[in-house]
């Protein structure tokens, strides 16, 4: 893997670092009955231990 390559995989993980984050804050933001509608923080606990699942598939990666 290049330097470049590296870097453009470290921005993406970024992004979508930067992306979940602004989803909790704006989800957290909301009234509690909707959040319980919507399964929050279920949800939420759901997508952290689908996305350990698929690093561990990948190897870390």
Do not use: C
Not at 4 to 14: I, P, R, T
Not at 33 to 46: N, R
């Amino acid at each position: 893997m290049s330097i470049l390559n590296a870097f453009d995989h470290y921005l993406v993980g970024f992004r979508a670092r930067r992306e979940l984050a602004r989803t909790e804050r704006m989800i957290s933001n909301l009234p509690p009955d909707v959040q319980k509608d919507i399964g929050w923080p279920q949800a939420l606990e759901d997508a952290h231990d689908r996305l350990i699942r698929e690093r561990g598939r990948n190897g870390g990666m």
